[in-house]
């Protein structure tokens, strides 16, 4: 049986093809997609296993390169909107997400248990293949077969919008911070509370409460239900997270301590 079969999906077995349908492009070198889902942890347990590190690299300047020559086409963008945009395709987070998409969880030899694998892996395993794609292919039509990859989830479609979104063009943060010195006339002043799981060398977090502290009276208020409801790959992806959350809490209560003592409606934890 092939190697790549016996990718830990617990009794089931995996074909080379299955995966490749999967991600619509079908390698002249399998070696280079079993190395593609292979992490460090299982190739240290496994001695003579390739692991995904450098195609990793690899796939990571590639898709940067990729999203940089569809910012290019659109010339209003200055040099500070066309890295906000790309930073915000191509984040672990993200680059996870299209990894789910395609059940890749199922597939990554890893040295833990499949539903303990992180997203920050899942994350590095995307990566790694779109590396792996460019590499297998003649160089010029490595770049159109990753791009037609990464097609599979709308991410050209997803810069169109939020090119078209003037305020998303500053990160979450930034508008928060923005808008709290609008009323504030000083910086706000956020503290999180953290949750951590995981081996070190891909440990999650999560955030476990969120606190800001009272322009009049000086004291630590906790933002009720500002907390995040799955694990992240990184503290800075939590973060983003319960700023997001804690942007609407403000925005729900006109960005007034007094109010947030006072009923209000559910909070809304949809995008901005």
Sequence with gaps: MNELSETRTGNINIEPMELENRIGYHFNDKALLEAAITTSSYSKEHPGSANYQRLELLGDRVISLILTENLMAEESLDEGKMTFLKS???NNQRLAEYGEKIGLRDYIRAS???DNISSKVIADV?????????WDSERLQGMKEVEKFLQKFLIFEQLKEKMSAVEDFLPI????????RGKNRCNPEIKFTYESQGAAHQKQWRIKAC????TQTGECVE????????WFGSKKDAETDAIEQ??????????EFKNFFAPQKPLLKTGI
Excluded: P
């Design 223 to 230: 933002l009720q239900g500002v907390r995040s409801e799955r």
């Design 211 to 214: 606190t800001i502290k009272d």
């Design 88 to 90: 915000e395709l191509e």
């Design 173 to 180: 943060r930034n508008r928060f911070e923005n808008k709290f």
């Design 246 to 255: 804690a942007y609407h809490y403000m925005e729900e209560r006109g960005w």
């Design 112 to 114: 833990e248990e499949r």
């Design 126 to 134: 995307f990566e790694a293949i779109c590396g792996a794609i460019y």
